[in-house]
Every structure is written in C-alpha cells, then in structure tokens.
C-alpha cells in the first residue's frame, strides 16, 4: 500500500527520567503527553520502578554508562528539539544529566522529581545538593512546594515566599522557575496558584482547585507538556500557559484506574 500523506517531520523531545511500571508518571507519562501534543518523544532511561497505584514496592537505578549510551544514541541521530528531566534518583545521574546539559543548545525544562505522591522517596537525599548545577543549566525549573524548600531553603506557603523561591532558582542560574502551587495557597482555597519568574518578571497563573487525590503523574505532564510546546516554538510564557492548561484538565478528567488513587488523563 502506498503512503497517502506527505511524510512530517514533528519536533524531537529527549525525555531523561524513571519508568514507572503503573503508567501514571514518569517516562510513560511523559511518552504520552509528548505525542498528545504533536511531537516526537525519544528517552533515556535513568532507573525502573516496580510501581501501581498503590506505591512504589522496587526501585532499579541503571548505571550511568547506560544512561549516557541513550542519550548518546538519540543525540547523534534526531535533532532534539527539547528535553525534560524527571527522576534522577542519585547525586551521579544527576551529575551525568548536567554534563549532557551543558553540551546541548536545546531548551531544557527540569523538574526536580524527589517523593512520589505515594510518598515513596524518588531521589536520594545527598542527591539534593547535585541538583544546584543541574538548575544551573536548565531554562526552567519546574519545583512544587516542597522541592522548592529543599533547593532554596524558602518554603513557598505564600505567593511571596513562592517569588522569593524563583529568585533563589534563578541566582543558581536557571533561566525561569516555575514554582507549583499544589501546597502554597493552602489546601482548603478554591484556587491554585502557579508563580512563575523569570529574570525580568513574574507572572501568576490561577486555576481552580479539583478536589481529587489522583494527580499521579501531574509534575511529569506538566513539565512534559511545556517543553513539548517549546520544542514547537512557543516562547516560555506561552508554553508554560499551555502546560498549565493542559494540566488543569488532566486532573479534572483523571483517570480511575487502579485500585489506589487513580492517574491525570494524558490525551485531554
Ligand atoms: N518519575 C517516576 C518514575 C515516578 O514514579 C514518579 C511518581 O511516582 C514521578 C516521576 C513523579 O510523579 P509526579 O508527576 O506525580 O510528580
């Protein structure tokens, strides 16, 4: 049979970041909300979790030689277009993913996975501190509260102190952070209110609270879906917008699947 469409050629997104087995995050999370959005999803790998729903029950980190050959492969054979950074798990995955950083020209969104929301510990803690050169290579980083207060040491329970964090994020040399409201404007308020702050601004996005517990896998689509719209072209303010969007409705229209809390809908 015979190809009826012209062939095309979508933009190229470098995921770096964990397997999670249940679907919901990580590397399966990030596949599909960067084909959700029309572009082109390669990976490396940094570890493979044995996970559902319910938590985490193994957790397996590849050597770094690995992860670095997969990066490699996709470097030296697709233009990528973007990358995105989610579960490093340790100090030397963090320090090979800064390294490959340095060497690329394509924006990067980091989001600095720590604590599954099951709780389960995502990164080592004498990782925390690696983080610091790894922020200093990204265009965005993309922390929720909690992150936030252990790579700046400002706990983000008000906006303010969310702006005061971005600040911090930037000193280390990221481009912007995105610093996620989940947790600042108090789990009881109607609203959830994203700070975002760049060199030379700061910009607010609100959106309205879902009251669900299944937001499995929202940090990755998040910072999968901005650097899926950078890779289109966007600039950083309209990606993120985009990002937040999308996000917003993953969670409403999540998914019930499992028998723990269930997973954002990727394809919204
Ligand atoms: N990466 C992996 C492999 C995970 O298993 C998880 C959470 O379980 C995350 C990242 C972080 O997920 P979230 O998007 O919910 O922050």
Do not use: W
């Amino acid at each position: 049979m015979t190809r009826r469409e012209a062939p095309v050629s979508p933009p190229v997104v470098l995921a770096i970041a964990g397997s999670d087995s249940g679907g919901g995050a990580g590397i399966q999370a990030d596949l599909k909300t960067i084909e959700a959005g029309g572009a082109f999803g390669t990976t490396a790998i940094t570890s493979v979790t044995a996970q559902n729903t319910t938590g985490v029950e193994r957790t397996h980190v590849l050597p770094t030689g690995e992860i670095d050959a997969q990066c490699e492969a996709v470097r030296s054979d697709f233009d990528v277009a973007a990358v995105k950074t989610g579960m490093l798990a340790t100090a030397d995955v963090v320090e090979l993913v800064t390294d490959r950083l340095r060497e690329t020209a394509a924006p990067a969104v980091v989001d600095p996975v720590m604590v599954a929301a099951s709780g389960d510990r995502l990164l080592a803690s004498e990782a925390e501190s690696a983080y610091e050169d790894l922020i200093a290579e990204a265009t965005l980083v993309t922390p929720n509260a909690d992150e936030a207060a252990v790579l700046t040491g400002v706990d983000p329970e008000s906006e303010a102190e969310a702006r005061e964090a971005g600040e911090r994020l930037i000193e280390t040399g990221a481009d912007a952070a995105l610093v996620k409201g989940g947790h600042i404007s108090g789990d009881d308020s109607t609203d959830v209110v994203d700070v975002l702050v760049t060199g030379d601004r700061v910009e607010r996005f609100r959106h309205p609270r879902v009251d669900t517990d299944a937001t499995h896998g929202s940090g990755c689509t998040l910072s999968s879906a901005i650097a899926t719209r950078l890779a289109h072209g966007d600039d950083l303010a309209d990606a993120v917008a985009s990002g937040i969007d999308l996000l917003a409705r993953a969670v409403r229209y999540n998914l019930d699947v499992g028998e723990g809390p269930g997973s954002v809908h990727h394809a919204v």
